[in-house]
């Protein structure tokens, strides 16, 4: 699996975040294959505000945002990756890319009661499992979906060893 990692912005956040390992480990238990390639920014708020207006037409910043490229949904298994679309099974499985608001991360982190726990590197921890499961074709807009995707990021943020975050 390739995971590319590129800090804009919260270098300080990312610091103690095994970004590749955590995204790694989602995609596997996922059951993605190996050439599954993802990208994973950590930028500031004005960048995922513009990005947010451009793609979703929401005027205001968010915690994290996926855009998918092959898509979960496209032609794609692990036999025959791209059968008749005339893509070698080679070529790079691109699942999409997920952009990190890292100063929502401190954000979130300074609303929350106290006692709860969170410091912005599980913030961003929390982010990118929630980033990949929306590539992965979790969502929550219905009441049913967002259980089924909270609990797949209870799972995975365990399977981590990040059983506390939440």
Avoid: K, W
Wanted: charged share 35%; net charge negative.
């Amino acid at each position: 699996m390739n995971i590319a990692v590129e800090i804009e912005h919260g270098a300080d956040i990312a610091e103690g975040v095994d970004i590749e390992g955590i995204s790694r480990y989602v995609l596997a238990q996922e059951g993605q294959p190996e050439n599954t390639e993802v990208s994973i920014t950590l930028t500031t708020n004005e960048e995922v505000h513009r990005l947010n207006r451009e793609f979703r037409g929401i005027d205001r910043p968010t915690d994290v945002l996926s855009f998918e490229c092959d898509g979960y949904d496209d032609d794609f298994d692990e036999g025959d990756a791209f059968e008749d679309a005339g893509v070698p099974d080679e070529e790079p499985y691109l699942l999409g890319d997920i952009v990190i608001a890292s100063d929502v991360a401190r954000e979130q982190t300074a609303r929350q009661a106290p006692g709860f726990g969170n410091d912005p590197a599980d913030e961003c921890r929390l982010m990118l499992v929630h980033g990949l499961l929306h590539l992965l074709g979790y969502d929550h807009i219905e009441d049913d979906e967002a259980e089924e995707m909270e609990a797949r990021e209870r799972e995975m943020l365990a399977g981590v060893g990040l059983a506390g975050i939440r």
